[in-house]
T-cell receptor
């Protein structure tokens, strides 16, 4: 089974609007971390936001927030007030507590912000 | 340096040639990861180091792939007898701790093209 599933290969959003990128995960480890990364066309992976499995509140970082629904095993990224510079690939990732030996990545969502 | 540094940024190798890819992680980071990213795909795990110990090499696709981190800082990924299917971007990442609540910081990657 896939550890991380991103079902939206491509998304479009109007500039200044909000957009939600979906992510579901699969683990039996009670301790894990969920991460979102942005990869612009230049190729570098940029860390955006983190959510811990024991965190009671949803994580927020500026215009990024993570809608964490533990029972549904989902960790959707919400980008508010989209900007043209937000156009990029977005990857959801998970690191488990048992070993922490790797980050499992999804297949990514390509976001295009339309002026 | 301030971030993870990888060299070379681009490498063209003739099929059958050996290549060595270098990663300079952020100073003091315990964990170091190597990932392979094919065009349009998410990063795929290759191997993981905790300090100088290679704790997980389950993602290395064949025995042609070898990685080391002898002093617990700089790491080298070596690919022997390169084949066309080895063409990809190789990403290195480091994180401060070996824990699920610690994000990884990525280098800009080495784009390997085997001709």
């Amino acid at each position: 089974a896939q550890k991380i599933t991103q079902t939206q290969p491509g998304m479009f959003v109007q500039e200044k609007e909000a957009v939600t990128l979906d992510c579901t995960y699969d683990t039996s480890d009670p301790s894990y971390g969920l991460f979102w990364y942005k990869q612009p066309s230049s190729g570098e992976m940029i860390f955006l936001i983190y959510q811990g499995s024991y965190d009671q509140q949803n994580a927020t970082e500026g215009r990024y927030s993570l809608n964490f629904q533990k029972a549904r095993k989902s960790a959707n990224l919400v980008i508010s007030a989209s900007q043209l510079g937000d156009s990029a690939m977005y990857f959801c990732a998970m690191r488990e507590g048992g070993t922490g030996n790797q980050f499992y990545f999804g297949t990514g969502t390509s976001l295009t912000v339309i002026p | 340096g301030a971030g993870v540094s990888q060299s070379p940024r681009y490498k063209v190798a003739k099929r059958g040639q050996d290549v060595a890819l270098r990663c300079d992680p952020i100073s003091g980071h315990v964990s170091l990861f190597w990932y392979q990213q094919a065009l349009g795909q998410g990063p795929e795990f290759l191997t993981y180091f905790q300090n100088e110990a290679q704790l997980d090499k389950s993602g290395l696709p064949s025995d042609r792939f070898f990685a080391e981190r002898p002093e617990g800082s700089v790491s080298t990924l070596k690919i022997q007898r390169t084949q066309q299917e080895d063409s990809a971007v190789y990403l290195c990442a480091s994180s401060l701790y070996a824990a699920p609540n610690t994000e990884a910081f990525f280098g800009q990657g080495t784009r390997l093209t085997v001709v």
